[in-house]
C-alpha cells in the first residue's frame, strides 16, 4: 500500500515560517489533503487537494504538492498553531485512504 | 450546519465487542460517505472504512475485515461501527467523519471522537 512520510516533529519562533513534509512516491501526481489535531481534539481539515483551504482557515497556512513531496506550510507562526499535522490522499482507483504518521510542531 | 455527535466512553473486556454511533445533528448521512478512523494512545490516524447510508454497501479496510460491520438507523441520521473480538491493541479513541470529494476524497467533519477502553 502506498505509504506517506512525515518527520516526527517541527520547531518554530513565532513569527517565523514552518514547512512540514509529507513524502510520497510521486506524490506529485495525486492530491494531498492536511489535517491540524490539537491535543485532545479531533482532527481538523486546513488544506484539501494540495492547496485550498476551507472556509474559516487563514491565508499565513498553505499547501503545495510537486515530485516526490508535499509540504504544508505556515506562515507568521503563532502559539495556537502548537499541534500535530497529518497528511493525507485517497486515490480513487479503489485503494483505501491513508495517513501520514503525524508530525507534532512546536512554537518555540 | 451538520456536526457529527457521538456515543460517550466505554470500556471493555477482551474477547467482547463496542458499539459506537454517530449522529447528525441538523441533518442525515443519507447521500454521505461516513468514514471511521481511530487513534491508538500516542500514535497517529487510522483508517477503518467507509459507509453510504442510503447505498448500505460498506468497504471496510482489509485488516478489520470479519470483525467490523457499519450500519445505519431507517432515519439515516444515526451510523453505527460494531467491532466485535476486541484485544488490547483495539484500545483508542473512534472518530467519525464524513468524506467529501474536490480532486479527490478528504473528510471535512469530524466527530469529536468516542474513546474505547479494551482492557480486563
Known amino acids: 500500500s502506498y505509504v506517506l512520510t512525515q518527520p516526527p516533529s517541527v520547531s518554530v519562533a513565532p513569527g517565523q515560517t514552518a514547512s512540514i513534509t509529507c513524502g510520497g512516491n510521486?506524490?506529485?501526481?495525486?492530491?494531498v489533503h492536511w489535517y491540524q489535531q490539537k491535543p485532545g481534539q479531533a482532527p481538523v481539515l486546513v488544506v484539501h487537494?494540495?492547496?485550498a483551504r476551507p472556509s474559516g482557515i487563514p491565508e499565513r497556512i498553505s499547501g503545495s504538492n510537486s515530485g516526490n513531496t508535499a509540504t504544508l506550510t505556515i506562515g507568521r507562526v503563532e502559539a495556537g498553531d502548537e499541534a500535530g499535522y497529518y497528511c493525507q490522499v485517497w486515490d480513487s482507483n479503489g485503494d483505501p485512504p491513508v495517513f501520514g504518521g503525524g508530525t507534532e510542531l512546536t512554537v518555540l | 450546519q451538520v456536526q457529527l455527535v457521538q456515543s460517550g466512553p466505554e470500556v471493555k473486556m477482551p474477547g467482547s465487542s463496542m458499539k459506537v454511533s454517530c449522529t447528525a445533528s441538523g441533518g442525515t448521512f443519507r447521500t454521505s460517505p461516513i468514514s471511521w478512523v481511530r487513534q491508538a494512545p500516542r500514535q497517529g490516524l487510522e483508517w477503518m472504512g467507509v459507509?453510504?447510508?442510503?447505498?448500505?454497501?460498506?468497504n471496510y479496510a482489509q485488516r478489520f475485515q470479519g470483525r467490523l460491520t457499519y450500519t445505519a438507523d431507517d432515519s439515516m441520521t444515526t451510523v453505527y461501527m460494531e467491532l466485535t473480538s476486541l484485544r488490547s491493541e483495539d484500545t483508542a479513541v473512534y472518530y467519525c467523519?464524513?468524506?467529501?470529494?474536490?480532486?479527490?476524497?478528504?473528510?471535512?467533519?469530524w466527530g469529536r471522537g468516542t474513546l474505547v477502553a479494551v482492557s480486563s
Open positions: 487537494d494540495d492547496g
Open positions: 459507509f453510504i447510508p442510503n447505498l448500505g454497501s460498506p
Open positions: 510521486n506524490i506529485g501526481s495525486k492530491n
Open positions: 467523519a464524513r468524506a467529501r470529494t474536490g480532486a479527490s476524497w478528504y473528510f471535512d467533519l
